[in-house]
């Protein structure tokens, strides 16, 4: 399996979790757009934490310390990023709802 198949499983693996955590937990996702948009500026700096973060682990030579860092770090910094998007339209579709005949 080649680095671009994996990463586009790893993306829908977890686009699939982030759609889970939203059907299964409906009240972790904000009502209000102001609080959504805030849920995507913190994916953004957790993304971007994360990925410093990865590229030192990812220097390593250790098989484990790679799977670590990919799913340790890198997983669940995606599927907030995919969480925080979801939720951002759904307080947008409904906040349109009225406007939409």
């Known amino acids: 399996m080649n680095a ?3 990463t586009v499983f790893f ?4 686009g699939a979790i982030a759609l889970w955590i ?3 937990f409906p009240q972790l996702a904000p009502q209000e757009l102001l609080k959504a948009l805030l849920h995507v500026i ?3 700096v957790v993304a971007y934490a994360s990925g410093h973060a990865m590229q030192m682990l990812f220097a390593s030579e250790e098989p484990r310390i790679i799977l670590a ?3 340790g770090l890198g997983l669940p910094s995606i599927v907030y990023c995919l969480l925080a998007g979801v939720w951002v339209i ?3 579709q409904r906040a349109m709802s009225g406007y939409l005949h």
């Not at 993306?11 to 977890?14: K, R, S, T």
């Open 42 to 44: 913190a994916a953004t």
């Open 11 to 14: 993306g829908l693996g977890a």
């Open 90 to 92: 759904k307080v947008t």
């Open 4 to 6: 671009g198949l994996l």
């Open 22 to 24: 939203d059907a299964r």
């Open 69 to 71: 860092a990919a799913f």
